[in-house]
T-cell receptor, first 116, second 111 residues
Framework: KAGVTQTPRYLIKTRGQQVTLSCSPISGHRSVSWYQQTPGQGLQFLFEYFSETQRNKGNFPGRFSGRQFSNSRSEMNVSTLELGDSALYLC???????????????FGSGTRLTVV | GQQLNQSPQSMFIQEGEDVSMNCTSSSIFNTWLWYKQDPGEGPVLLIALYKAGELTSNGRLTAQFGITRKDSFLNISASIPSDVGIYFCAGQLLFGNQFYFGTGTSLTVIP
């Protein structure tokens, strides 16, 4: 069974550019969540998509956006990149919408974004 | 957002020693999860806890859902070099639709 696939694994961008990251969830998983991981802040929740709808959003500026396609694949976009956006971006999928008794997510290996 | 305080931040132990770490919150959680992250990889689920007082094991790992529902504990017995990594707790509020993560405990095992 294939895991959560994130592409690309590594990315270097220049300040001011925009970037799109991709996440393919485990087959049958319909919920996709995105996290930003930095050494100082840990795992910070960006947003969650389920059935092509954004259900929940963290405290990030509007430069961070996402979408989910009918096959549950998701993309995350960051516009007007800043140096502080350098981080590991993790995608996690789960079978259904998170419910009180959930076994959580399965994470991908992440995309390491470096902004120079 | 919710704040999960995870301690200790880092640990340096000798191979064979036991390890204990914990996670506390100001809010009551309905689910607690423990993850391990290896360098350059995403976190991998180790143990899931769903009921207050629950004690669950996964090999040498044992985790407990605190009675107050505001904390959780992870113990690793007889540590080995492959236990090296960052351990994260995560909690979900009742009827919540996201998980909140602790800041992680970095574990180094000295052979």
């Amino acid at each position: 069974k294939a895991g959560v696939t994130q592409t690309p694994r590594y990315l270097i961008k220049t300040r001011g550019q925009q970037v799109t990251l991709s996440c393919s969830p485990i087959s049958g998983h319909r919920s996709v969540s995105w996290y930003q991981q930095t050494p100082g802040q840990g795992l910070q929740f960006l947003f969650e998509y389920f059935s092509e709808t954004q259900r929940n959003k963290g405290n990030f500026p509007g430069r961070f956006s996402g979408r989910q396609f009918s096959n549950s694949r998701s993309e995350m976009n960051v516009s007007t990149l800043e140096l502080g956006d350098s981080a590991l971006y993790l995608c996690a999928s789960s079978r259904i919408q998170l419910e009180p008794h959930s076994d959580g997510y399965t994470f991908g290996s992440g995309t390491r974004l470096t902004v120079v | 957002g919710q704040q999960l305080n995870q301690s200790p931040q880092s640990m340096f132990i000798q191979e064979g020693e036991d390890v204990s770490m914990n996670c506390t919150s100001s809010s009551i959680f309905n689910t607690w999860l423990w993850y391990k992250q290896d360098p350059g990889e995403g976190p991998v689920l180790l143990i899931a806890l769903y009921k207050a007082g629950e004690l669950t094991s996964n090999g040498r790992l044992t985790a407990q859902f605190g009675i107050t529902r505001k904390d959780s504990f992870l113990n690793i017995s007889a540590s080995i070099p492959s236990d090296v990594g960052i351990y994260f707790c995560a909690g979900q509020l009742l009827f919540g639709n996201q998980f909140y993560f602790g800041t992680g405990t970095s574990l180094t095992v000295i052979p």
